[in-house]
């Protein structure tokens, strides 16, 4: 079975500084990993994936993720965050192939001030 | 781009009543997930389908059922609610695993 851990429930953080949300996960075999976005009252947007290749991804809105096989670990940064950036990230992991469902982590919710 | 569809939007609903909830993928994905979140919840894999047949069943509760149907629509039937069943139910589709699953906006239903 598949789990995932956000170590940070709310990460407070002031415009325009760096932040790092926090994902690990516990897997028995290889996986894919993404990190979705849900804005107040709204759906999960798709910010990034890992599937294979380069550990570095980059996502829309100018976040990346590192993929850290001997941390079990998929960290979420942003160089400069925005106000906009307020939102809850959930972390979420599945196996490698065509249907298989997310495991999502409780969710770290980013509050950005001014 | 076309996203997915989900109706209704909001649903209020009594105890004991039963609720359809319905999505309409991405046009060409194959596979559909329905998740549940609670208030303040991770979402919660509930059933998926893969080329109109059962996929993966996760933690969907017996008073619930769920199809898809030929055009890919695919419908969650939700029976004799509690009030528990009060979330936010959110439809997800796929062309395949690597690509990622995309959301719709999800169906809130409250059950008073």
């Known amino acids: 079975a598949q789990s995932v851990t956000q170590l940070d429930s709310q990460v407070p953080v002031f415009e325009e500084a760096p932040v790092e949300l926090r994902c690990n996960y516990s897997?028995?075999?290889?996986?894919?990993l993404f990190w979705y976005v849900q804005y107040p009252n709204q759906g999960l947007q798709l910010l990034l994936k890992?599937?294979?290749?380069?550990?570095l991804v980059k996502g829309i809105n100018g976040f990346e993720a590192e993929f850290n096989k001997s941390q079990t670990s998929f960290h979420l940064r942003k160089p400069s965050v925005h106000i906009s950036d307020t939102a809850e990230y959930f972390c979420?992991?599945?196996?490698?192939?065509?249907?298989?469902?997310?495991?999502f982590g409780k969710g770290t919710m980013l509050l950005v001030s001014p | 781009a076309a996203g997915v569809i989900q109706s209704p939007r909001h649903l209020i609903k009594e105890k004991r009543e039963t609720a359809t909830l319905k999505c309409y993928p991405i046009p060409r994905h194959d596979t559909v997930y329905w998740y549940q979140q609670g208030p303040g919840q991770d979402p919660q894999f509930l059933i998926s389908f893969y080329e109109k047949m059962q996929s993966d069943k996760g933690s969907i509760p017996d008073r619930f059922s769920a199809q898809q149907f030929s055009d890919y629509h695919s419908e969650l039937n939700m029976s004799s609610l509690e009030l528990g069943d009060s979330a936010l139910y959110f439809c997800a589709s796929s062309l395949d695993g690597s690509r990622g699953q995309y959301f719709g906006p999800g169906t809130r239903l409250t059950v008073t």
């Open positions: 890992y599937l294979s290749g380069s550990t």
């Open positions: 979420a992991v599945s196996d490698p192939w065509g249907y298989s469902t997310l495991t």
């Open positions: 897997s028995s075999v290889s996986v894919y």
